[in-house]
């Protein structure tokens, strides 16, 4: 037996696949002529540059920065030790005769 399928039924029927498979035609489509254009290996080239996550610490600018933390936890951790010392002298003990 031979059965007469209609193309807008089964649309109609399963319209998360219908708009899925679109999407993924438009999507593929953009992407060819995106990447087939005459300049297409230095943009591959600069899309595969900005997924590159090394690129994306500037590591002087960084260093810089922790060396600066590290001082300003210098510089307080040495106020609080001049803060911590008593202002008055202690006793020495008196040293014991040997004898």
Same mark, same amino acid.
């Given at each position: 037996?031979?059965?007469?399928?209609?193309? !807008?039924?089964? !649309?109609? *029927?399963?319209? =998360?696949?219908?708009? /899925?498979?679109?999407?993924?035609?438009?999507? /593929?489509?953009?992407?060819?002529?995106?990447?087939?254009?005459?300049? /297409?290996?230095?943009?591959?080239?600069?899309? *595969?540059? %900005?997924?590159?996550?090394?690129?994306?610490?500037?590591?002087?600018?960084? %260093? =810089? %920065?922790?060396?600066?933390?590290?001082?300003?936890?210098?510089?307080?951790?040495?106020?609080? /030790?001049?803060?911590?010392?008593?202002?008055?002298?202690? %006793?020495?003990?008196?040293?014991?005769?040997?004898?």
């Amino acid at each position: 037996m031979i059965r007469d399928i209609d193309p !807008i039924e089964e !649309i109609r *029927k399963h319209p =998360g696949v219908t708009a /899925g498979g679109l999407a993924a035609l438009v999507l /593929g489509a953009a992407a060819v002529l995106y990447l087939a254009q005459r300049t /297409g290996p230095t943009r591959y080239q600069r899309i *595969k540059r %900005r997924m590159d996550p090394r690129a994306w610490v500037d590591a002087a600018d960084l %260093r =810089g %920065r922790l060396h600066d933390a590290v001082d300003a936890f210098r510089s307080r951790a040495e106020d609080f /030790g001049d803060r911590a010392r008593p202002s008055h002298r202690r %006793r020495a003990r008196p040293r014991r005769r040997l004898g």
